[in-house]
C-alpha cells in the first residue's frame, strides 16, 4: 500500500535557531502514528509545518509529500504557496488545533461554522446537501444533528471537542491530525473522545496523527509512535517495541514515569533538569545533560539508526540490551 504522507528532512527555523530538526515519518492510509515528547518539545510546530501554518517569523524546509487515494502524483505541500495550500488544507490534510475547543467562533451557530468549512471547499455542493452533510457529521461524532442549532457556549467541553473533530472531517480529508484532542478534557470524556477518534479511523479508513504528551493515551490509539525531543525524533518504532524494548534513554524514562496499576504507591522520579533552550542547545546529543548514561561520545549528535525491523533511536549506546540502574548521583560527564 502507498504511503499517504511522507515527510523527510522537516527543519522549521526561529532566528536562525530549529525548533524542529530532520524530522521525518511516514503514514499508511488507516494508519495511525503517535507523537510523543514533553512539553516545548516541538509537536505542534511539527503539526503546523504539515500543514503550512506556522506563525510569523518561522520558517521551514523539508519534503512533505501527500498523495490522497486515488492520486497519481504525490501534493508536495513544502513546495506549495499559500494559495496552492487553500485547496489542500482541510480537504486533503485536516488539524484539530491545540485547545481546539476554544477556537470556535462564539458568535456563530454550530451549523453555520461547519457549513462555511463545507462551502469554501467544495463550491458546487447545494443547500439541500451541505444540510445533510452537517447532520451526518454531527452523528459520526456521537452528537445529535439539534446541537446545530446551538452556540459554542451552550455546548460543554466535550461536544465542543467533538465539534472540532467534525469540523476537521467536514471535507473527508486522508490525513487527521489531532493536537493534543483530550488533554482539556476529564477522564471519561477522554476515553469516549479517542474511542471516536479510533472508529473514525477504522471505518473512514483516516490516517491520523494524533499528538499527545500523555504516553498512556497513544498507547492505546495508535500503531506507531515517534517520540520527539528537542525537536528531533528520538525513537520510532511500533507502539508495542518502543513500550516493552525502549532503545532511547529519554523514552525509557518516560516509560518509567507512566503509573503501573497495582504497582507499588508514590510517584516514578522526575527526570532531571529540563529540555534544552533551543536558543543555547548543548553540544552533541540534546539529551546528554540529562542521561544518566552520557559519556564522552555523547558530544556527538547520535543519528537515528535503525536498531530493528521498523525500530530506529538516536542513542549511540543503542540497541541497549539492559537498562542498568545509574544512580542519579553519577549524571553523566556533563553534569
Ligand atoms: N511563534 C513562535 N516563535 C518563537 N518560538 C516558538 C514559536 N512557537 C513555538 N516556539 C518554540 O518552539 C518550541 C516548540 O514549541 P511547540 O509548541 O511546538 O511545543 P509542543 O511540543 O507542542 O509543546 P506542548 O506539549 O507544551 O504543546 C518551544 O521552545 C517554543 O518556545
Ligand atoms: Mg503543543
Same mark, same amino acid.
Given at each position: ?10 527543519? !522549521? ?6 525548533? !524542529? ?5 511516514s503514514?499508511k $492510509? ?13 509537536? &505542534? ?44 488544507? #482541510?480537504?486533503?490534510?485536516?488539524? !484539530? ?9 462564539? !458568535? ?36 445529535? /444533528? ?35 484532542? &483530550? ?40 500503531d506507531r509512535i ?9 525513537e520510532t518504532g511500533t507502539i508495542e517495541d518502543v513500550?516493552t524494548n525502549?532503545q532511547? /534513554? ?8 507512566? $503509573?503501573?496499576?497495582?504497582? &507499588?504507591?508514590?510517584?516514578?522520579? /522526575?527526570?532531571?533538569?529540563?529540555? $534544552? ?11 546528554? /545533560? ?14 537515528l539508526r535503525e536498531v530493528g525491523s521498523g525500530h530506529a533511536a538516536?542513542?549511540?549506546?543503542s540497541p #541497549?540490551?539492559? #537498562? ?12
Amino acid at each position: 500500500m502507498k504511503n499517504v504522507l511522507e515527510v523527510e528532512g522537516l527543519r !522549521v527555523e526561529y532566528r536562525g535557531r530549529s525548533i !524542529v530538526d530532520g524530522v521525518g515519518f511516514s503514514l499508511k $492510509p488507516g494508519e495511525s502514528l503517535g507523537l510523543a515528547g514533553e512539553s516545548g518539545c516541538g509537536k &505542534t510546530t511539527t503539526a503546523l509545518a504539515l500543514m503550512k501554518l506556522l506563525p510569523d517569523g518561522l520558517s521551514q524546509k523539508g519534503s512533505i509529500e501527500l498523495t490522497p487515494e486515488g492520486a497519481e502524483e504525490p501534493i508536495r505541500i513544502g513546495k506549495r504557496t499559500e494559495a496552492g495550500m487553500q485547496v489542500v488544507r #482541510w480537504r486533503h490534510i485536516s488539524l !484539530v488545533f491545540q485547545g481546539a475547543m476554544n477556537s470556535l467562533d462564539p !458568535v456563530k451557530k454550530i451549523d453555520l461554522q461547519i457549513d462555511e468549512v463545507i462551502r469554501l471547499h467544495e463550491k458546487g455542493c447545494s443547500s439541500k446537501e451541505v444540510k445533510e452533510r452537517i447532520a451526518d457529521l454531527l452523528t459520526t461524532v456521537g452528537l445529535t /444533528p439539534k446541537l446545530g442549532s446551538r452556540y459554542p457556549h451552550q455546548l460543554s467541553g466535550g461536544q465542543r471537542q467533538r465539534v472540532m473533530i467534525a469540523l476537521a472531517l467536514a471535507c473527508r480529508p486522508s490525513v487527521v491530525i489531532a493536537d493534543e484532542p &483530550t488533554t482539556a478534557l476529564d477522564v471519561v470524556m477522554q476515553a469516549q473522545v479517542l474511542e471516536l477518534l479510533e472508529q473514525l479511523r477504522r471505518d473512514l479508513g483516516l490516517a491520523m496523527i494524533l499528538i499527545s504528551h500523555d504516553l498512556a493515551v497513544l498507547v492505546e490509539t495508535c500503531d506507531r509512535i515517534a517520540v520527539m525531543y528537542a525537536g528531533r525524533i528520538v525513537e520510532t518504532g511500533t507502539i508495542e517495541d518502543v513500550f516493552t524494548n525502549p532503545q532511547h /534513554p529519554y523514552t525509557k524514562r518516560l516509560l518509567d514515569s507512566l $503509573p503501573v496499576i497495582g504497582g &507499588t504507591r508514590g510517584l516514578a522520579p /522526575p527526570i532531571p533538569g529540563g529540555p $534544552p533552550d533551543p536558543g543555547n542547545p548543548p553540544e552533541g546529543c540534546a539529551f546528554g /545533560p540529562r542521561c544518566p548514561y552520557a559519556t564522552e561520545r555523547c558530544l556527538t549528535v547520535p543519528e537515528l539508526r535503525e536498531v530493528g525491523s521498523g525500530h530506529a533511536a538516536a542513542c549511540h549506546f543503542s540497541p #541497549w540490551s539492559s #537498562w542498568p540502574e545509574v544512580e542519579a548521583a553519577g549524571l553523566g560527564v556533563r553534569k
